[in-house]
């Protein structure tokens, strides 16, 4: 786990990368548009989408999540609580944000087809938290704590193994 802002920052960056990518094909899939995207539309989508939930987990959600996770009784000398808790607050807020965002998206593609915003906001919300909390738990976090753990707490800030 980080322990610095600077690790933070990178253990954040790994994180978003990693629910970008798995979401936004999962959103492309469930909303049948996986074949009908180039590959370069796809990539540009990432990027785009990258760069807005980063934004979201370092400033809005990332804070809020994490003031919310540590402020409820629990024994925090235990990691997996400590895990399952941020883990939660942060798929939560992430999902929250990012589904308003796809329900804009599709707003002004002209995709929603006389749907209510609020009925499609909230078939998003539940659709997306029930792929992403999973993927979180036992996909995407072990992965990033793994690869931030090799990568990133190896290495000290001058260059050196500890």
């Known amino acids: 786990m980080p322990t610095t ?37 796809i990539f540009a989508q990432l990027l785009q989408i990258f760069i807005i939930a980063t934004l979201l987990e370092l400033f809005i959600v990332g804070p809020v999540a994490k003031k919310m996770a540590f402020s409820l009784p629990y024994d925090k000398s235990n990691k997996l609580y400590v895990i399952l808790f941020l883990a939660f607050f942060m798929v939560s807020g992430m999902v929250l944000c990012m589904s308003l965002y796809g329900l804009g998206s599709a707003y002004f593609s002209n995709s929603l087809q006389g749907e209510s915003l609020l009925g499609s906001y909230f078939t998003l919300v539940c659709q997306n938290f029930i792929f992403a909390f999973p993927l979180q738990l036992i996909i995407v976090g072990p992965l990033v704590r793994y690869a931030f753990i090799k990568l990133v707490k190896t290495t000290s800030f001058s260059g050196k193994t500890i």
Do not use: A, D, P, Q
């Not at 990178?10 to 180039?38: A, E, R």
């Open 5 to 41: 802002k600077k690790e933070e920052f990178y253990f954040g960056l790994m994180m978003c990368f990693g629910m970008v990518v798995f979401m936004t094909f999962y959103n492309l899939f469930t909303h049948g548009l996986l074949g009908s995207i180039s590959v370069r539309g």
